[in-house]
C-alpha cells in the first residue's frame, strides 16, 4: 500500500511549505474557532521519537478574539508567538479555554493538543495562511521532536522524520487501543534523563528491525506481523523504573488477547493493540488487575482524521 505522503508547498515561507495555497480567505472571517485535537501515542516500543498513532479521545481547543491584553498560560503564549511569527502577521490578543478527555502528562500527547489547538485556531482566525504541514512543522518544533505532533495533525499512523515530511497510513478501524492510564505523571524531561548514552550494536540493530516490522504491517494492514514486534531496548527498560508495573501490565494484556504493548510515549500510560473490540474488554480487564489502585482503562479506536476545526463563529 502506498503512503499518504504529505508534500511539502513549494512557495515561500519562513519553513519550507509553511504558506498556504488558499492564504488569506476572502470570506468574513470569524472571531472565535473551536478546534478539536485527538490524542496520540508514540513510540509504540522501538520506533522512539518517530512513529505515533491519533487516538479516539480528544481536547477541544477554543480560541476568541479579544480588544485588550489577558494573561496566558506560558505554552499557549509561545505558541501564539511562534504563530505570529511563522505567518508574518500583526499579533491580537485572544483568551482560550480547554475541554476533553486527554489525561496530562501521562504521555499522550496533551501539550499537542494544546499547541496545535492554539496553531489551528490562530491559523483559521486570520484566513488560513499557513498550510497544515507549516503548522506541524511549528508545532514540532516547539514540541522538540515530531512523534506526537505528527498523529495529531494527520490523523492514522505515522512516521515522523526530523526534516522531512511525515509518511501516514489509515489504520484498520476495528482494531482498539487499551490505554492503562495511572494515577500518577511522570514529565518527558525526567524520562528522558534516564535515558542512556550510549546502547550497543546488537541492541541497535534490534529496534532498527523491529521498527521496520512495525512500519511495514500498518502499511499493508497485515497486523499480525505486529506480534513481538513492540520490544524496545531503547527506552523502555530504563524508563521501566518510573513505570514500575510496566512490563507486568504488557505480559497481562497480552495474555488476554492483547497482539502486543509498549510505554505511551514517555508514560505513565501503557498501551496494548487488540485486535477488536471484543477482545479489548479482555485485555482492558487483565491491563487493569495487574496495575496498581487508582489506574483506569480506557479503550479507544483509532482517529483517522486528525485535528480539525469543529467550530467557527463570525
Not at 109 to 115: A, D, I, K, L, P
Not at 200 to 223: E, M
Not at 227 to 241: I, M, T
Request: hydrophobic share 45%; proline share 8%; with cysteine.
Amino acid at each position: 500500500m502506498s503512503p499518504a505522503v504529505l508534500p511539502a508547498s513549494p512557495e515561500a515561507g519562513i519553513l519550507p511549505g509553511i504558506m498556504s495555497p488558499a492564504s488569506r480567505s476572502r470570506s468574513p472571517l470569524p472571531t472565535s474557532v473551536t478546534v478539536s485535537v485527538p490524542a496520540t501515542t508514540a513510540n509504540l516500543g522501538p520506533g522512539f521519537d518517530s512513529f505515533g498513532v491519533a487516538l479516539g479521545i480528544s481536547n477541544t481547543v477554543t480560541l476568541s478574539i479579544r480588544k485588550s491584553p489577558a494573561p496566558l498560560p506560558p505554552m499557549v503564549k509561545a505558541t501564539g508567538v511562534s504563530f505570529f511569527r511563522g505567518s508574518g502577521l500583526q499579533s491580537f490578543d485572544f483568551s482560550w479555554k480547554i475541554g476533553g478527555s486527554v489525561p496530562q502528562a501521562r504521555g499522550l500527547g496533551s501539550s499537542v493538543t494544546v499547541r496545535l489547538g492554539i496553531l489551528l485556531g490562530l491559523n483559521e482566525l486570520t484566513g488560513r495562511p499557513l498550510s497544515r504541514n507549516g503548522l506541524f512543522r511549528l508545532c514540532t518544533e516547539l514540541e522538540g521532536h515530531p512523534d506526537n505532533a505528527a498523529p495529531g495533525m494527520f490523523g492514522g499512523f505515522t512516521i515522523a522524520r526530523s526534516h522531512l515530511d511525515p509518511l501516514r497510513y489509515t489504520v484498520d478501524r476495528d482494531l482498539r487501543f487499551v490505554l492503562l492510564v495511572p494515577d500518577f505523571e511522570v514529565a518527558t524531561p525526567d524520562a528522558r534523563r534516564v535515558m542512556p548514552k550510549t546502547i550497543s550494536v546488537a541492541d541497535a540493530a534490534a529496534n532498527a528491525a523491529d521498527a521496520a516490522v512495525i512500519a511495514a504491517a500498518f502499511a499493508t494492514k497485515r497486523y499480525g506481523l505486529l506480534r513481538g514486534a513492540f520490544g524496545d531496548r531503547l527506552h523502555q527498560p530504563h524508563r521501566a523504573k518510573l513505570v514500575p508495573f510496566l512490563n507486568e501490565v504488557i505480559a497481562a494484556g497480552e495474555k488476554a488477547g492483547a497482539i502486543g504493548g509498549w510505554l505511551s510515549g514517555s508514560g505513565s500510560t501503557i498501551c496494548c493493540l487488540a485486535p477488536d473490540a471484543r477482545a479489548a474488554a479482555a485485555v482492558a480487564n487483565a491491563m487493569r488487575a495487574a496495575s496498581p489502585k487508582g489506574s483506569k482503562a480506557v479503550i479507544c479506536a483509532p482517529d483517522n482524521t486528525g485535528a480539525v476545526v469543529a467550530k467557527a463563529s463570525r
